[in-house]
């Protein structure tokens, strides 16, 4: 896949899978934007970025908020013209009905995680090359959920349902795709000193018996940007190592519970 030049958007960039795809969209030869309201792990990503050969910049704001989005949108414009790929990968959470939510949290996180994107998009909308691509980072909590996830867990259903309405608006435009991450073990992406420390049981509640690498999502992100990849459009791919798949009880595959670990 050949990604010289093309210029990629991703949201979210600093830390996590969102500072593993800007480094690696960069390796490969393209040119990055990226936003994150953390502005030292922005700097330092970009820094490193850079030193590596890549060519990117960073801009400092919160994508819940209207006009760091059209003046994100403005900056990325006048520094490329024009726009490749999208990769809205921003999110965040702030709990649910337990820790009683308020009204304005619920409603920033679907700001963030949903608003966010589709405003995104619209501003795009004239700047995208022949060929473009967008992809959103939902989740398989999209489908399945902890107690007190209601916030994040709405926003994530929330990306997964635009994604397949703006491919039906912008069919023969852009492709718009979604990916929808399981365990993933962001620690060195947080921290170069990481070390995993993951038991058997976690690795057996995964079919592939590990966990997931921000890599097997970029690696999937940049399988739905490609050209080669033109004919897959409106779809949601799970990343999960097979987790959502397998059927667990008590007693299975190294796993146990017991009741009072649910009060």
């Known amino acids: ?3 010289t030049n093309k210029v990629c958007v991703v949201t979210g960039g600093a830390l996590g899978i969102g500072r ?3 480094q690696e969209f960069a390796k490969l ?10 502005e030292a792990a922005g700097k330092e990503n970009l820094e490193l970025i850079q030193k590596a050969g890549g060519e990117a910049f960073f801009f400092h704001g919160n994508i819940g908020e209207e006009q760091v989005l059209r003046d994100f949108v403005q900056e990325v414009v006048s520094v490329y013209g024009s726009v490749d790929y999208l990769i809205n990968n921003a999110c965040l959470t702030r709990g649910g009905i ?3 939510c308020r009204y304005d949290l619920f409603n920033y996180v679907l700001q ?3 608003t966010a994107p589709y405003f995104l998009t619209l501003l795009f909308l004239p ?3 022949p060929g473009a691509s967008i992809v959103n980072i939902a989740s398989t909590r999209a489908f399945q959920s902890q107690p007190n996830t209601e916030s994040y867990t709405a926003a994530k259903g929330g990306i997964l349902a635009l994604t397949h309405a703006l491919a039906a608006s912008l069919a023969g435009k852009v492709r718009v795709n979604c990916i929808s991450p399981g365990w993933i073990d962001t620690g060195e992406y947080y921290d170069a000193s990481y070390v995993p420390n993951h038991s058997e049981a976690d690795r057996l509640q995964h079919t592939v018996k590990r966990i997931g690498h921000p890599m097997d999502i970029v690696r999937a992100v940049l399988f739905l940007c490609s050209d080669e990849n033109s004919f897959i459009n409106g779809q949601n791919l799970i990343v999960d ?5 397998l059927m667990i009880y008590h ?3 190294g796993w146990t519970y017991t009741p009072e670990d649910d009060v």
């Not at 190592?241 to 798949?245: A, D, K, P, R, V």
């Open 112 to 114: 963030v995680g949903v």
């Open 98 to 100: 337990l820790n009683k």
């Open 29 to 38: 030869g393209a040119k990055v934007a990226f936003v994150d309201m953390n």
């Open 20 to 22: 593993c795809m800007t």
């Open 127 to 129: 700047h995208f090359n």
């Open 251 to 253: 007693g299975d595959h």
């Open 241 to 245: 190592g097979g987790m959502s798949t």
């Open 1 to 3: 896949m050949d990604f």
